[in-house]
Structure formats: structure tokens, C-alpha cells
């Protein structure tokens, strides 16, 4: 049996996920996202991205380039995301209309890829095959993706174990080893163990590194909300909180504690309607009932308008701008671009790591800087990363005992933090495949 991976993107770049398998006469494609920051300045210079052809988005590098794959074209059986986040499913309108082949993926990340389509006005004729946590799709009698589910920063993510004859290729790009999630299942070791039975011909492995060796749980992110919001004195100040507008669980916690300090919630911004409507829509919250859910700029405007009247200590605020981005609804409340003054000792929680790119790094900088120079009360970390440390990524290795190890999601010098790991573990060059774009390897 002939097995051939290529990585199509993301092999020495953080973005533009996207990865491909032929198994002898079929083959399938493993994600396809954006290169999220190649996008955001194209735009914050004035470009539409919506009036870009796919071959520009290309040429842009804001989506993976894969006409290398189009000796395969007519193989695909099957375009497979392993979760919600743009970095993995972003690309999918631009680039899937060139394979005749089914979307699958959980309902979670459908949704939230139907809810993005919409908003950009844009359809495809692939057909769009859901498949459940923990379920099976089989495309032939030799070839089967199953999805395995693991805790990651937003729900319903997979590790994609393709199970093939000469073994399993598993996917895993994206994940936490979490054994208290505050939403979803925790690790399942046991199916972890009993994929290591059946035997790993290759374990594909996310690069991206978390800030401690070992990752906390969500639970201790969970706690750290509860000591900022509960514990400190915000009686009479704002509380303004900031995290990633796909976490589904970190908005669960902010709104409990909320509630408990007898708060009234306030989400703002387009991407937070975007993921907690996908959300509502297969079942996994009712946010729309305990949270306002605020989307356009002139309702936000009006909104918050009507709270400096109410009072804003009557409220917790949440709002997109982590990042430090110009455009956020966090930036605009800073630069008093919206109808909101921030006053002495009010407490703005950062809820969410920096992505450690420019200008993310620099523009959350200037933004401390500004918060520090009003008096405001910040907290910073309050966080816990949806990565594995390198700890995590050993005990990951050992239960799986893959045949050949392939980093994956990173720049050159986050892979090779990975392909070293692997060597002290004692596997060999001929093992671990560091890859750049475009590179196919047999297997």
C-alpha cells in the first residue's frame, strides 16, 4: 500500500492550515485555513478581501497554496476540518470548490463555517456531511476517518485518525490534554490507547507551544475569572473583559460570575454573534438568554450610550480587542470612538493570550500602555493556552508510540522545537519529517 502526506500549508508558518493524504488510488485534504495575519493587514491597509479571487488570495498568501495537490485533484474523497477556528476551515469557500468532494466535519464547526459563508455572502455546491464527536466516516472499505474528540479553545475539536491498512495517520492539530474542561468531554486516554493498539504510522503534531511546560485546565482559567471578578472590589467601577470570541467555554465562566455579582452581560462585537450563534443553533448553549448579544456598530453605539446613562457598574462588558487590533470594539471604547468613558480603577481583564506576531505584540503595548496612563486596574493572563506544553506533547507521544512523527502549525523554529522533542525521544531522522510547504514524503 503506497502512502504519500503533503503538507500543503502551515509547514513553517502559524496559519494556513492545510494538509494532505493519498492512500493508493484516494486521497483526502485535512483542513484549509487562513493565514489569518496576512489577512488583517491587507485589510487594515484598505483591501476587501471579499472582492479577492481565490488565485489572489493565493498570491496574497492569505489562504494555502495548493496547486500542488492538483495531480490529486481527482482523487479527493473528502475535505475533513478538525475544528471551528479560521486558521483550519477559513480557506474552505475559496479552495473546495476545485475538488468534487463532501465538507465533513462536526455540526459545531459546519455551523460556524455556514454562519462565516453568510455573512461573506459566498455558497458552494460541496455537500456539507456532518459527523458526531466520536464518530466514523468511512469512505471506503480500506479508508475511514474517525474523529476523536479533545479539548481544545472552542468546542467540538477532533484529532482526524485516518485509518488505513498499513495503519492510522492521525491528525492532531489543535488540542489540549484537559481532564476538567469546564464544556466537553475530557481526554479520552482510553481511545488514545486503543488507536496506539491498532498501531500509528504517523502522528501529524501541532507545533504551537503553550506558555508552561505542562498546560493548565481550563478549570484553573475558570478560577482566575473568579478571583478578578468575585474576590477583587469592583463595587461601582466598569468591568471590562476581553477573550477569544470562539471560546464557548470562557464565555460560560464570565457569565456565571457575572451573574453571581448580580451583573448584567453585555457581548459585543460581530464574531462573538458569529460563534454563539453557531453555537445555539446544534444545542451547545443559550447565551442569547443570559447575555444581550450585541452585533453592528450603531447598536453598540446606542447600547452603550443607554449603560453610561444606566450606570456601568451595573454591568460586565464583553468585547472583542485582545489582540490590541485598531478596529476592535476594545480599542474604540479606549479612544472614546464609542459613546464610553473609562474612569479611574474600572478593571479591563485580558482574558486571552497575544498571538505572537506584529503588530498584535506592539498594538497590545501601546493599548496597556493607554489603559495604565487612565488608572485603570488591568489584568493580564487570565488564561490558560488551548496547546500543549512540551510535557503534555511527551506523555502524548508515549501513549500513542507513533511510527513517524510530522510537526506540523508553526514556523521553522516552533517544528523544530518539536522534531527535537521527538529525537530525545529516540526517534531518528528517518522518522521525524520536518516539512516546508508544498513537501510530500511517503510513508
Known amino acids: 500500500m503506497a502512502i504519500e502526506f503533503c503538507g500543503v500549508g502551515g509547514y513553517g508558518e502559524s496559519g494556513r492550515n492545510m494538509s494532505a493524504l493519498k492512500v493508493n488510488d484516494d486521497a483526502i485534504v485535512l483542513d484549509m485555513g487562513f493565514f489569518l495575519q496576512k489577512i488583517a493587514d491587507f485589510e487594515e491597509d484598505g483591501g476587501s478581501r471579499q472582492e479577492l479571487t481565490t488565485e489572489q488570495m493565493i498570491k496574497l498568501e492569505g489562504i494555502p497554496d495548493d496547486n500542488v495537490l492538483n495531480s490529486w485533484r481527482n482523487n479527493v474523497r473528502g475535505i475533513f476540518a478538525s475544528h471551528c477556528h479560521l486558521d483550519h476551515i477559513g480557506a474552505i469557500p475559496y479552495l473546495a470548490p476545485k475538488y468534487n468532494a463532501p465538507i465533513v466535519g462536526t455540526p459545531f464547526t459546519l455551523e460556524v463555517l455556514k454562519t462565516m459563508m453568510n455573512d461573506d455572502k459566498m455558497h458552494l455546491k460541496n455537500k456539507f456531511e456532518k459527523v458526531q464527536p466520536g464518530k466514523i466516516y468511512k469512505i471506503n472499505k480500506d479508508l475511514k476517518v474517525e474523529f476523536v474528540n479533545v479539548p481544545h479553545s472552542t468546542l467540538q475539536t477532533s484529532l482526524l485518525a485516518v485509518h488505513t491498512k498499513e495503519g492510522i495517520i492521525l491528525y492532531a492539530n489543535d488540542f489540549k490534554l484537559d481532564n476538567h474542561p469546564v464544556l466537553g468531554d475530557k481526554v479520552d486516554y482510553e481511545k488514545l490507547k486503543e488507536l496506539s493498539q491498532i498501531g500509528i504510522k504517523a502522528l501529524v503534531l501541532d507545533s504551537i507551544p503553550a506558555p508552561q511546560d505542562k498546560t493548565p485546565s481550563e478549570l484553573v482559567a475558570r478560577e482566575m475569572l473568579k478571583e ?83 450606570g456601568l457598574s451595573d454591568y460586565v462588558i464583553i468585547a472583542t480587542g485582545g489582540q490590541g487590533e485598531k478596529s476592535s470594539v476594545l480599542s474604540r471604547m479606549l479612544h472614546n470612538e464609542l459613546p464610553f468613558e473609562f474612569r479611574k480603577e474600572d478593571s479591563v481583564i485580558f482574558s486571552n493570550r497575544v498571538i505572537p506576531v506584529e503588530p498584535n505584540i506592539t498594538n497590545r503595548a501601546i493599548m496597556e500602555r493607554k489603559f495604565m496612563q487612565k488608572g485603570l486596574r488591568l489584568f493580564k493572563g487570565v488564561h490558560s493556552s488551548g496547546h500543549c506544553g512540551k510535557e503534555d506533547l511527551r506523555d502524548f507521544i508515549k501513549i500513542l508510540n507513533p511510527e513517524h512523527i510530522i510537526p506540523c502549525q508553526g514556523d521553522h523554529k516552533l517544528m523544530t522545537r518539536v522534531a527535537d522533542l521527538a529525537k530525545e525521544m529516540g526517534y531518528n531522522n528517518k522518522r521525524v519529517h520536518s516539512l516546508t510547504n508544498g513537501h510530500k514524503v511517503r510513508l
Open 228 to 310: 478578578v471578578m468575585v474576590e477583587e472590589d469592583n463595587r461601582g467601577h466598569a468591568i471590562v473583559v476581553s477573550c477569544f470570541a470562539s471560546h464557548i467555554a470562557r464565555l460560560r465562566s464570565i457569565i456565571d460570575f457575572s451573574h453571581k455579582l448580580n451583573r448584567k452581560v453585555l457581548i459585543l462585537g460581530r464574531s462573538f454573534t458569529k460563534y454563539i450563534k453557531s453555537a445555539e443553533n446544534v444545542g451547545l448553549c443559550k447565551y442569547s438568554k443570559e447575555a444581550e448579544i450585541v452585533t453592528y456598530k450603531n447598536q453598540i453605539r446606542k447600547k452603550l450610550k443607554k449603560i453610561e446613562k444606566d
